[in-house]
C-alpha cells in the first residue's frame, strides 16, 4: 500500500494553471506548489500573474508565463516554455473563464465567440498540447478542467457561459477515454459560488442595502450557508491531480456547498 503521505506528493513534477494569477487558479497554484510541483501560471494579467508566481511555496520553482487562451499558437508556446524551462509537462489545470452576464436575447456573435474560445475551445487546444507532449514523455499525467455548477444547472443571463461549461463537461468525458491509453486522467471540478475578484466583479452592481439582501438571498440557496473560497476548489484540484486519484477518470466533482441539492 502507497502511505498516505505519498498520494498528495507532487515532488519532481510540472503543472501548468491557466487563469492562475487570482481566485481559484491562485488558490490551485498554491496547493500544487505547496505539494513540491513548479508551477507555470499562465494568465493575461502580467502585473498579477508575475506576483502570484513568484510568491509561491519553492521560491524559484515557479514561473509566470503570459498566455491569451484565445490563441492556440500562444497555448503551444506555453506547452512549449513550460517543457523549455523546467523539462516536463504532468499537470495542467484549465481554470482561466469568463463568465459575462447578458440575457440570452441581447448576446452578439462576439460574445459568444469570445466566452467560447476562452472557456471551451482554448482548454481543448491546451489539453491537446499537453497530452502530445506526455505522450512524448513516455505517458502519464493529469489534466483537471474547471467548469461550473453552470454545466448542470443554468444560474439565468449566462447562456454563452451555460454552453460552454456544458461543453467542458463532455470534452472531459471525451479525453478521458482517449487520452486512458496514455496513462493521462482527465476529469473536471463544478464549483459553486466561490468568492473571487471576478465573480465580485459579476455581482450586479446595486451597492448598499439591495447587495446585502440579494447576497442574503442567494446565501440561503446554499445548504452550508456559506460562500466558498477558492482553496475549497484547490484542495479538489489537488485530489484529482495527485496519486490519491490515479483510478479516477472522466468524473466531474461537484463542489457546491449543496447548492445542486436544492
Ligand atoms: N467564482 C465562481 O463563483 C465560479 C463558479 C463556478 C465556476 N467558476 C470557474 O472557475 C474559473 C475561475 O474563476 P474565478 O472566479 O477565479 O475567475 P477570476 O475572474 O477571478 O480569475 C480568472 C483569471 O483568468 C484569467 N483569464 C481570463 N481570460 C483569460 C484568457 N483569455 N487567457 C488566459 N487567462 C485568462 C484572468 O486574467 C484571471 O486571472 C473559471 O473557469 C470560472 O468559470 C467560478
Redesign the pocket.
Known amino acids: 500500500m502507497q502511505p498516505w503521505s505519498q498520494l498528495f506528493d507532487l515532488k519532481g513534477q510540472v503543472a501548468i494553471v ?10 490551485i497554484a498554491a496547493r500544487l506548489a505547496e505539494q513540491g510541483a513548479s508551477v507555470v501560471v ?4 502580467e502585473a ?2 508575475r506576483a502570484t508566481a513568484q510568491a509561491l511555496p519553492g521560491p524559484g520553482k515557479s514561473l509566470f508565463v503570459r ?5 492556440p499558437a ?1 497555448v503551444d508556446r506555453l506547452v512549449a516554455t513550460a517543457v523549455r524551462e523546467r523539462g516536463r509537462l504532468d499537470i495542467v489545470v ?6 459575462p452576464f447578458s440575457p440570452a436575447l441581447s448576446v452578439t456573435p462576439e460574445l459568444w465567440d469570445r466566452v467560447l ?3 471551451l475551445r ?1 482548454p481543448f487546444f491546451l489539453a491537446r498540447s499537453a497530452a502530445l507532449q506526455m505522450q512524448r514523455q513516455g505517458g502519464g499525467g493529469a489534466i483537471v478542467n ?5 454545466a448542470v444547472h443554468p444560474t439565468g443571463s449566462l447562456v454563452a ?1 451555460d454552453a ?2 456544458g461543453g ?1 463537461r463532455m470534452m472531459t468525458r471525451s479525453l478521458a477515454l482517449e487520452f486512458a491509453s496514455l496513462g493521462v486522467r482527465v476529469n473536471a ?14 455581482m450586479p452592481a446595486t451597492g448598499g442595502a439591495d447587495a446585502q439582501k440579494l447576497l442574503a438571498g442567494f446565501l440561503a440557496r446554499i445548504p452550508l450557508r456559506r ?2 473560497e ?1 482553496d475549497d ?1 484547490a484542495r479538489a484540484a489537488l485530489f484529482l491531480a495527485s496519486p490519491a486519484a490515479s483510478y479516477v477518470t472522466g468524473t466531474m466533482l461537484v463542489v ?1 456547498g449543496g447548492y445542486l441539492l436544492t
Open positions: 491557466t487563469g492562475g494569477a487570482m481566485g481559484i487558479g491562485a488558490g499562465a494568465d493575461v494579467d498579477a500573474g498566455t491569451d487562451l484565445r490563441a500562444e484549465n481554470n482561466a473563464g469568463i463568465f474560445e476562452v472557456n482554448g474547471i467548469a461550473s455548477i453552470d457561459y460552454s461549461k467542458l471540478i463544478a464549483p459553486g459560488s466561490i468568492n473571487t475578484p471576478g465573480a465580485s466583479r459579476a460562500m466558498g477558492p476548489i457546491d
